[in-house]
């Protein structure tokens, strides 16, 4: 298994508060993705990053801001938790192949964090 | 935007073989098709990819249609332990990654 880890696994908090969850790598792959999954919808893309300080939004990225200082680590950040975020977040990298866009390479996806806001 | 449609869920029994067709009509020339197995508490597992005709792997197959359409991932012969949810999903880069609602597989005794 791709070395993965997300902290913490997880979380109850209460709506206003912020939260950043963090994922982990150890492969040194430079694609680096955080989806939520929720009932009914699957999984959806909220920011990826493409190198360090190199970020982007994806399909749900309101209310969500991400950093990534070094390599190995993504941060998930939600300023003000809402009761509309909880959720499971699992986190992905993809390695970066020459001629290839990155969406065409395998992801290997962490354990997963589950957030409850109350 | 290439988003795709799928099954919610289907059941089969132990030894048969599953097909589980993705519809993706917006699908552009330089997507590939990349299916994705997930067990419950688990994040999604890579199965197979492909651009066009049929691609094989030691768990499954994956056929698509010249058009590029739709595409179907074949399960030869599943077991208890296929059961899963399986997502289709075709990009149109890194921040146009469509996973989709999947298909929940349950496979019968």
């Known amino acids: 298994d791709a070395g993965i880890t997300q902290s913490p696994r997880h979380k109850v908090t209460e709506t206003g508060t912020p939260v950043t969850l963090r994922c982990h790598q150890t492969e040194n792959h430079r694609y680096m993705y955080w989806y939520r999954q929720d009932p009914g919808h699957g999984l959806r893309l909220i920011h990826y990053s493409y190198g360090v300080k190199d970020t982007d939004k994806g399909e749900v990225s309101d209310g969500y801001s991400v950093s990534r200082s070094k390599t190995e680590d993504f941060l998930l950040t939600l300023e003000s938790a809402t009761s509309s975020q909880t959720s499971v977040y699992f986190c992905a990298i993809s390695e970066s192949t020459s001629g290839r866009r990155s969406s065409y390479n395998e992801q290997f996806f962490g354990p997963g964090t589950r957030l409850t806001v109350l | ?109």
Not at chain 2, 51 to 75: G, M, Q, W
Not at chain 2, 80 to 95: E, F, H, P, R, W
Request: with cysteine; hydrophobic share 35%.
């Open chain 2, 1 to 109: 935007l290439a988003k795709t449609t799928q099954p919610i869920s289907m059941d089969s029994y132990e030894g048969q073989e599953v097909n589980i067709t993705c519809s993706h009509n917006n699908i552009a020339t330089n997507d590939y098709i990349t299916w994705y197995q997930q067990f419950p508490s688990q994040g999604p597992r890579f199965i197979i990819q492909g651009y066009k005709t049929k691609v094989t792997n030691e768990v499954a197959s994956l056929f698509i249609p010249a058009d590029r359409k739709s595409s179907t991932l074949s399960l030869p012969r599943v077991s208890l332990s296929d059961t899963a949810v399986y997502y289709c999903l075709v990009s149109t880069g890194a921040n146009n990654l469509f996973f989709g609602t999947g298909t929940r597989l349950t496979v019968i005794p």
